[in-house]
């Protein structure tokens, strides 16, 4: 055992892993026990260089010392005191901090401790927003085929994507979706934003066609990442966003991987050029240290809801651990870390280089598409005959077993590397996934 070998664990049968195959895994474990900087290491001390950032979230490198301190210091000074009908000074302070990184007038923050918990309490916030202005009747929710807003009941009924609703029968009433923008015909190997597909924005005129003023927020990722890297067309948000203004409905953003400097701006709304009025976020917030969401909202959305009340609680809603100190410890040195090495502005430095080897792939075998914007890519490859999925798959093992970690959804390839990633790194993951993604076709 090297220096940083740590201990496989002797019961692997207790933990019910999450969204994952449980036989497969616990025959075959692959274990990431440590990590520094670009780099996860498993128990024997195996280097595996990190391509996705752990799940589209660790931003600025792995055990940065800041963050680390920061949450001991926090532990010795305040473990936990609630947020309802009192306060601690840190969760002002994050939240303070949160505002300054959102467009302009985004400025009221409130914690969760998850994507899923932002998704959902943004939608709650949408319903209750409505009803404190009067419109009471807009109760319906849209989302996008192929969105993924988390798996609470919100943000899974609003999200589209069938194979996670599936094993659960009833969804949420009174929701409808917008097609997706993946057009292949039109767009495959598109650079950035595709050309092809504002138009689908439209669809939100035939569902008001149908249901007149009753519907209360659109949920979209500006680019959406589980499902497999969906970069919207260019004019899409845009279009979105009027037909939203002219009919009164919310424009929610889940910014809860395209936050904190994924695609070269503070959150995606900046370098798209179009803001929501309400946007979720979480996964960077804390730079993964510790667990916490956020959803931001428009001022007059905030005031709306306060005013609307004469006295008492104004929002029937929050989690024990809404600005939890340790969390809000994390976020503090998590975004002093985003202003002061400008993750944005490094990714603007690279994505020219990284779009560059993304695009490269098309030369390797079964490849049917790339994807990119910022920091993030899709490769997209044919599936096999008769078991969609096991080509990427078998390609994430190979490239885990060489030291990459990639990550597949589907039969697409899904990056997003810690945003303080260098050339040679990007080097080494696009030439693994080449290597890997010849091998499976050999
Ligand atoms: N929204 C988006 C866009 C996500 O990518 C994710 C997680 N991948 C979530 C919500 C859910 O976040 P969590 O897993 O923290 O609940």
Redesign the pocket.
């Known amino acids: 055992m090297n220096e940083l070998s740590v201990p496989r664990p002797n019961n692997l049968d207790a933990f019910w892993m999450p969204y994952s195959d449980n036989k497969y895994f616990k025959g075959t474990p692959r274990l990431l026990a440590r990590a520094e900087g670009m780099n996860y290491y498993t128990p024997e001390g195996r280097e595996v260089l990190d391509g996705t950032a752990g ?2 979230c660790c931003n600025a490198g792995h055990g940065r010392r800041e963050i680390v301190e920061a949450i001991q210091k926090q532990a010795a000074i305040l473990d936990f005191a609630p947020t309802f009908q009192l306060g601690h000074p840190i969760a002002f302070e994050a939240a303070a901090r949160v505002a300054d990184l959102t467009p302009d007038g985004l400025d009221h923050v409130f914690f969760t401790n ?6 959902d309490t943004a939608l709650k916030i949408a319903l209750a927003y409505q009803r404190a202005r009067g419109q009471a009747q807009r109760v319906r929710l849209v989302g996008r085929e192929r969105g ?4 609470g009941f919100g ?1 899974m009924s609003v999200g589209g994507i069938g194979p996670n609703r599936k094993q659960f029968g009833a969804m949420l009433p009174y929701v409808d979706h917008l097609p997706h923008t993946h057009l292949p015909a039109q767009n495959a190997f598109s650079r950035g934003q595709p050309e092809h597909g504002a138009n689908l924005a439209d669809h939100l005129e035939s569902l008001v066609a149908l249901h007149g003023d009753t519907i209360a927020a659109v949920m979209v ?1 500006p680019v959406a ?2 499902t497999g890297v969906l970069v919207p067309p260019k004019g899409y948000l845009e279009r979105l966003r009027a037909l939203c203004d002219k009919h009164g409905i919310l424009l929610i953003y ?1 910014e ?2 395209t936050g904190f400097g994924r695609i070269g701006t503070h959150f995606g709304a900046e370098r798209l050029g179009v803001a929501p009025d309400i946007m ?1 976020m ?2 960077g917030l804390t730079n993964a240290a510790v667990p916490m ?1 956020a959803v931001a909202v428009r001022n007059e959305i905030y005031q709306t809801i306060v005013d609307g009340t004469q006295a008492g609680i104004e929002f029937f809603h929050g989690y024990t651990y809404s600005g939890h100190p340790l969390a809000a410890a994390a976020a503090i040195a998590a975004i002093d870390i985003h202003v002061r090495e400008d993750l944005p502005g490094r990714v603007r430095a690279i994505e020219g280089y990284w779009e560059d080897a993304a695009h490269a792939m098309r030369s390797a075998p079964n490849v049917i598409d790339v994807r990119n914007h910022g920091l993030i890519a899709g490769i997209e490859l044919a599936p096999r005959e008769g078991a969609p999925g096991d080509r990427a798959m078998r390609v994430f093992r190979r490239c885990f077993d060489e030291g990459v970690l990639i990550r597949v959804t589907g039969d697409i390839v899904a990056l997003s590397p810690p945003l303080i990633i260098e050339k040679p790194h990007v080097d080494r993951i696009f030439g693994t996934l080449q290597d890997a993604i010849h091998k499976e076709a050999a």
């Open positions: 799940l589209w998850s994507g899923s918990e932002s998704a993924y807003h988390g798996v943000g990722e990442g589980s889940d809860v991987i979720t979480a996964k969401g």
